[in-house]
Structures are given as C-alpha cells and as structure tokens.
C-alpha cells in the first residue's frame, strides 16, 4: 500500500493532477492505517489506473466497519477527489484524442454511462424539434428541460431525462418555462438546427434568455439573474453537437479536465470562450461526418458526449429513473417472496440468498459485492438484481 500510495511522484501529472493528488494525500492521511491493512495486488502506473484502483480499494476491500466515527467525514471525501481525479485525467485524455480513440471510449464506457438510454434521450427530443416548447406536453417539454417526473411513464420515456444535466432543482426556471415558454421558445429560435452556431447567434440566445428573468421583478425589483446550467440543457438538446450541458457541479471539474480557468455559474461569456471554444480545438469535434450509422449518431452528439468522459463506475447506471419507475412497476410480478427472509439477515446474507436462485444469470453472480453495496445502502436484493437485469441482461 506504501508504494500505491507514493507512486504518483513518479507519474507526469498535470497540475489539475497533481492538485488533486496533494488534495488526496491530507484526506488519506487520516485513514492511513486502514489503508495500510488493506492488500493491494495492482500498481497502475498512470493517474487514471491510481484514481480508480484506489478507489475500488476503498469501496470493496478496505473493512470499513473499523472506521471511526470521526474517520467517515475524511474517507468519503477522499472518494470524492479521487472520482474527481479519474475525470479529470479521462478528460485529459479526450483533449488529445482523434476521432477512433474518442470513438472506442464511447464504447467501452456505454454500460457504465447507460448511453443506450442516453441516446434514446437524445433521439426522442430530436422528434421535438420542429414542435415549440409552447405547444409541447408538460412531460415532453420537461424531457427536453432535464426534469424527471412520476408522470414519465417508462412505456413512452425509456431513458432518464435527467441525464447530461439534471435541472430539478432550478425551480425559478421551471417555474418560467411553464409559464413564459414561449419566451423560451424566442431564445432558441436564434440557434440554427444546422451548421456550427456562430458568436453572434449565441449572443442573441443569452440575450433573449436573460430577458427572461430579468423582466421576472415579483421579488426582486430588478428582476432575477438568469441561470447558466439550465441554459446550457436546453442548449445542449437543441445542438448536442455544438454544446455541453452543465451543471453546478460539474462546472469545476469541467473545467480543471479541458484546462481552462474556472467561471461561475452566471458566466456566460466564459461558457462560450473558453469551454466552447476550447472544445472546438479538439481534433475528434472537427472529424467530418462518418458514413458509419453508429459512429454517425455519435457524431451527432459529440459536443454533448464530453459527459462520458466523467467517472462512472457500476453504480451510475443505477441512478437512472427510468429504470427506478420502470423497476418500480415490475417488481410486484417479477420478484415474488421467496428472496425475502422470514428472520432478519445480513446484507450479505440476504444476498447470498438471492443468488443461490437457479435463475440467477452468471452475470449477476460476478457481481456480487456490488449486490452487498447497494443493499448495505438501503435498496432491497430485488431492486439491485432487477436493475442489473435491466442495463446487463
């Protein structure tokens, strides 16, 4: 563990990695002998492979019972960095990276980032183009905004339509877009569905955006400040291959991945100059469009695909909320009483049980301390093994 510890020293890290290991380091010094008590068995020698192999250290091997109370604060944070650290080093990656290379990442990361589901996202609100925000349903014109509701019926919206950006906790915009989606509707009108969106056509955007909020003066006489996460969603869905959808959250590792000076969540004219047109320098953005269908349907989305390049581990496709309601729905006929215990078992216990099942496919046998993790958290054998069903089967 000593040396898995100190090998970064040796790795050529950037300054965005190099921070984050430092970062790293006040974190685990903290548990460091539990850390130490911990066997290791790979060394990866890049950044990457060091993020997420101690990462996988923390979550599966490193006995966390023996953590103090005191010691849970630090040991969570840590996870935290590190997933930080893997993003930033695969986004390191997607700088550099020529079309095949972006491409083949896609691929291997699709189960993890549920891009099946994404991509049924993104080809749903496609077949909204040519209808108004206006003139939509309120569950379609939620769809487009990033916002997930019971009302989604998994049978119409098979995909979460929170994925690239959630915007559920942007009320005042929700609350405008169901009332002034017209407004909406004028501001988008000034981003052409074809060709590269120019300076001035994005400009005219912001300006008609921020007009809404400003003219909303019922709390604030000089009206409101005009958010830029959701701004970039309803961007985004517009012209996945011209723009990346943020959130709050993402914005810093977003920026600390593509190397460019962080900017705050009203910044309008740092989205554009230094993330957008960052993103225009990268060799797989100005790839011609492939004949290849597949790659074709990725080309479309590429600007909006940067979110792959995030860390997602077997958990992130779990999140999904279509698979939550769809799950939700199925459980009462699929999975019947016999996993559930007559006395109180353990989690691993309980999944143990489930897994003797003979219809248990080998797939779901692999992944059994992930089962553990998921139960440890609250979510019920069935659940997890439903879910896993759904992406894997």
Partial sequence: MRKLLSSPVKMALSDAENSTYQNALMYISEISLNLMATKVK??????????????????????????????????????????????????????????????????????????????????????????????????????????????????????????????????????????????????????????????????????????????????????????????????????????????????????QGLSIVKFNSFDFDGYWQDMIGTLRTFAWWHQVEPEDQYEKLLWSARSILVDLFLFADENTAFSSNYLRLKDKGASKSVYKSSYRPRTKLTPEELVDNALAQEDIPEYIQGKRESIIKEVKNGKSVEHVIGLMRAIFG
């Avoid at 650290?85 to 990276?97: D, P």
């Fill in 42 to 255: 790979e060394r990866p020698e890049d950044f990457l492979g060091w993020c997420t192999e101690l990462l996988r250290l923390c979550r599966h091997d490193l006995n966390q019972e023996l953590l103090d109370t005191a010691q849970h604060k630090p040991f969570k944070k840590l996870q935290e960095i590190l997933e930080s650290g893997a993003s930033v080093s695969q986004l390191k990656m997607a700088r550099i990276a020529p079309w095949p290379i972006f491409v083949d990442f896609i691929k291997q990361q699709s189960d993890l980032n549920a891009l099946e589901e994404r991509m049924s996202l993104l080809s749903y609100v496609n077949t909204l183009q040519d209808t108004p925000l206006a003139e939509m349903s309120e569950n379609d014109r939620l769809a487009f905004a990033g916002k997930h509701t019971n009302n989604h019926s998994p049978a119409i919206y098979d995909f979460d339509c929170e994925w690239f950006a959630s915007t559920k906790g942007a009320k005042l915009f929700h609350m405008l877009l169901a009332t002034k989606p017209e407004k909406f509707d004028e501001a988008l009108q000034c981003i052409p569905l074809t060709g590269d969106v120019t300076p001035s056509e994005y400009q005219n955007f912001v300006k008609a955006y921020k007009a809404i909020f400003s003219s909303y003066v019922i709390e604030k006489p000089n009206g409101e400040k005009a958010p830029l996460a959701p701004a970039t969603r309803l961007l985004a869905m517009r012209r996945p291959d011209q723009f990346i959808a943020l959130t709050t959250s993402k914005i810093d590792v977003l920026c």
